[in-house]
């Protein structure tokens, strides 16, 4: 038997089969160690998540889970690249036109490749755009119910505004139209939805040199977008001008935004109240701030108002937003000092929404809808001009860490309460802005503030419900 082959070393001779120090030698490999296995995808939400057929090139948003650097979006089975890795749970690309030139079904997956990896669950993306058939609702007469519509959604998910809703814990609030709106099939959706649930139009919050102030975010997207539309399903529109911080107009930039809103104005969809089209501010303290007195504010509105009639119009109806509100635990209240409205030149008050008070964490609906019908009342006596009241749909914040109140609420919940919005604008015909029998003027806060939980749009967590519930409340006998 031959002996064993030996190498010399430092110190020792090794032998293949036995080792220095009496211990077994393993025989040398470059062999690398095996691969960690990659995950396999999940795709949870995809934004938008349908199109009009047709439509131009957009960016295409997949939220989901198990995402890597090497991830790669599939359109029906179809690679699309590049694919943009934001983080692991958020991928883009951009989808050209082509994709949705066609009719579908479309079906997205994420593919992550081996070893391990593989494809995701299977999304759909729909073409052309689904829109909701009209309602008996569609044709309520009970009030001209309007919704504000906040516009901070057509932006990237990345944009503070979506912060703690598709990739944080309140992901249920997703619009069934899509977490953004930038296109026209997520607000044309949106429009059919609200006239099947009662709501004849949308106020609209206008923001003053939006991109300018928050880059790469249009305020005023969803605004820009319904007046393109030659579609509205049957509901109108108004501006609400929201005068806070960066957003205020001087009285030097006046003229431009004067120019905007008329231009607005003069769509046959603008709503008109007693004949003139409506302008709503939110608030008449910061617009008298920003101007330095009742009469140069006036005097602005006078301005308004003239190039409104230049226009063919016959005027504007200027509507001002109050700040107040009611403590549920001390049963005490704030109401303004609203006599200088009059001299402002304002033709009506009214609410964006209010305050509630000194409770913390969760809190029934009640204490909410008590707060509102209190500043209801109060504004009965006190307003020195016609008082549109506004309810809210809710409230809670947490998806932005706002405040530490949040209501609970259910869908009976806010029709009822929209139900005694209606009933107290009867029952105070002394303050109505227009006479009967034309129906009341009656404001929801909100159709879509999904971050501050003041929302009637339906949602994946809630479908259709809270729309179901007030179109029922608005057609009973």
């Known amino acids: 038997m031959k002996a064993p082959l030996a190498f010399l070393t430092l110190g020792c001779t090794i032998a293949i089969f036995t080792s220095c120090g009496g211990h077994t030698a393993s025989t040398p490999t470059n062999n690398p160690p095996p691969a960690t296995p990659n995950p396999t995808p999940q795709i949870a939400a995809i934004s938008p998540n349908s199109s009009?057929?047709?439509?131009?090139?957009?960016t295409?948003?997949?939220?989901?889970?198990?995402?890597?650097?090497?991830?790669?979006?599939?359109?029906?089975?179809?690679?699309?690249?590049?694919?943009?890795?934001?983080?692991?749970?958020?991928?883009t690309i951009d989808?050209?036109?082509?994709?949705?030139?066609?009719?579908?079904?479309d079906i997205v997956t994420v593919v992550n490749p081996s070893p391990g990896g593989g494809t995701s669950n299977s999304f759909p993306f729909t073409v052309p755009c689904p829109i909701a058939a009209p309602s008996?609702?569609?044709?309520?007469?009970?009030?001209?119910?309007?919704?504000?519509?906040?516009?901070?959604?057509?932006?990237?998910?990345?944009?503070?505004?979506?912060?703690?809703?598709?990739?944080?814990?309140?992901?249920s609030r997703q619009p069934l139209s899509g977490w953004q709106d930038f296109g026209s099939c997520a607000v044309e959706q949106q429009l059919a939805w609200a006239h099947n649930s009662g709501v004849d139009f949308f106020v609209f919050d206008w923001y003053f040199n939006t991109p300018v102030n928050e880059p790469g975010d249009n305020l005023n997207s969803a605004l820009q977008i319904t007046h393109s539309l030659s579609n509205r399903h049957g509901m109108q529109y108004a501006i609400l001008y929201v005068d806070s911080s960066t957003f205020t107009v001087q009285p030097?930039?006046?003229?431009?935004?004067?120019?905007?809103?008329?231009g607005y104005m003069s769509d046959p969809a603008y709503v008109l109240v007693n004949g003139k089209p409506a302008l709503f501010i939110y608030d008449v303290d910061a617009m008298r701030q920003a101007f330095g007195s009742s009469a140069a504010v006036s005097k602005a509105f006078n301005q308004l108002r003239a190039a409104a009639q230049a226009a063919g119009l016959p005027g504007v109806y200027i509507a001002g937003g109050i700040l107040a509100g009611y403590d549920h635990n001390t049963q005490n209240g704030s109401f303004p000092d609203t006599s200088s409205t009059v001299a402002d030149g304002y033709d009506a008050l009214t609410l964006y929404n209010y305050s509630f008070g000194?409770?913390?964490?969760?809190?029934?609906?009640?204490?909410?809808?008590?707060?509102?019908?209190w500043v209801w009342s109060q504004a009965a006596t006190k307003?020195?001009?016609?008082?549109?009241?506004?309810?809210?749909?809710?409230?809670?914040?947490?998806?932005?860490?706002?405040?530490?109140?949040?209501?609970?609420?259910?869908?009976?919940?806010?029709?009822?309460?929209?139900?005694?919005?209606?009933?107290?604008?009867?029952?105070?015909?002394?303050?109505?802005?227009?006479p009967f029998p034309t129906p009341p003027l009656v404001l929801l806060e909100a159709w879509n503030e999904l971050g501050e939980g003041s929302y009637l749009i339906p949602t994946a967590g809630d479908g259709t419900s809270y729309g179901d519930s007030l179109a029922a409340t608005l057609t009973a006998p």
């Open 383 to 434: 307003s020195p001009l016609p008082f549109i009241p506004a309810a809210m749909d809710g409230w809670d914040p947490r998806p932005w860490a706002e405040g530490n109140v949040w209501f609970d609420r259910s869908p009976q919940d806010v029709s009822s309460f929209a139900s005694d919005a209606i009933i107290w604008a009867n029952s105070n015909p002394q303050i109505r802005p227009e």
């Open 252 to 262: 030097a930039d006046w003229p431009s935004a004067v120019t905007e809103w008329v």
């Open 95 to 105: 989808l050209p036109a082509t994709a949705v030139a066609t009719p579908g079904p």
């Open 52 to 58: 009009e057929q047709g439509g131009p090139q957009f």
């Open 136 to 171: 008996t609702a569609s044709n309520q007469i009970r009030a001209r119910l309007g919704a504000y519509y906040f516009d901070g959604w057509s932006s990237p998910l990345t944009n503070f505004h979506f912060q703690g809703l598709p990739l944080g814990p309140y992901q």
């Open 60 to 91: 295409l948003s997949v939220v989901g889970s198990s995402f890597i650097s090497n991830s790669t979006v599939y359109w029906n089975g179809n690679a699309i690249a590049p694919t943009t890795v934001i983080s692991g749970s958020l991928l």
């Open 358 to 373: 000194t409770d913390s964490g969760e809190q029934p609906f009640s204490v909410l809808s008590e707060a509102g019908e």
